[in-house]
């Protein structure tokens, strides 16, 4: 993996913790790091190292306070795919260096999550955990989320405050609602598994526009069906 701004040199643990906090994905548009090669009836990697803060001094988001070798430290490392790469060295001001930051960290913890989560013996073991998740975002949009009628904050502080909230907590509870429906899909209903692929979709949408990306197309709503997961039958 090349950068376009400099070629950081990691060790073999670094990299791979490095590939295992990605889950695989692009940090910003979240498709696949290794898409399927029909010709060669395998995957093939796209991933790039990004800098977050420029490996050189007039590079995109560069920063010349920052030592050289904290420039080439993990934590200032992202995987992209090719093209979000391009845009992001391309237009800086759109993907500034803490937005990098915050999805990096997001992503993180919501991998780490994710890792953990177990295998339940019926849906009612299944339910109390959703429904713990589902809770925390309901407190949480209640605390620090949009009127749920207009979707206006009062000023930009709260909003972001909220942009903070979605980053930190209700994108990887959402993920992690979703890991363990998929872990544990011999549990859900064929219905339940169609409220998940919307909650996904609704997810990677409220990630990016919170991260500044630009939404192509009506943004998914919050299903409500997902307040129902694996409730009794």
Not at 108 to 121: D, E
Not at 132 to 140: H, I, P
Not at 179 to 190: G, M, P, Q, S, V
Request: hydrophobic share 35%; with cysteine.
């Amino acid at each position: 993996m090349v950068c376009s701004t400099g070629r950081p040199s990691l060790g073999q643990d670094a990299d791979r913790a490095l590939f295992a906090e990605s889950a695989g994905t692009c940090l910003i548009c979240n498709d696949t790091l290794f898409p399927s090669d029909p010709k060669r009836m395998k995957s093939i990697s796209i991933a790039e190292r990004a800098h977050v803060v420029a490996h050189s001094d007039d590079g995109p988001r560069a920063d010349p306070g920052i030592p050289q070798e904290l420039r080439d430290d993990p934590s200032n490392l992202v995987l992209l795919c090719p093209s979000c790469h391009t845009k992001a060295d391309k237009d800086p001001d759109s993907y500034p260096a803490d937005v990098l930051i915050k999805a990096k960290e997001a992503r993180r913890k919501a991998i780490s999550l994710i890792g953990g989560t177990p295998l339940f013996s019926s849906r009612t073991e299944a339910r109390k955990a959703v429904r713990k998740l589902l809770l925390k975002n309901r407190v949480a949009f209640r605390e620090k989320g949009p009127d749920p009628e207009s979707g206006a904050v009062e000023s930009e502080e709260l909003a972001a405050v909220w942009s903070e909230c979605v980053l930190r907590e209700i994108t990887p509870n959402n993920r992690l609602i979703v890991a363990i429906a998929e872990i544990n899909e011999d549990l859900a209903t064929d219905g339940e598994i169609e409220i998940i692929e919307l909650l996904r979709h609704h997810t990677d949408a409220l990630e990016s526009k919170h991260l500044g990306n630009p939404l192509i197309g009506p943004a998914p709503r919050f299903p409500s069906q997902a307040e129902l997961l694996f409730k009794d039958i």
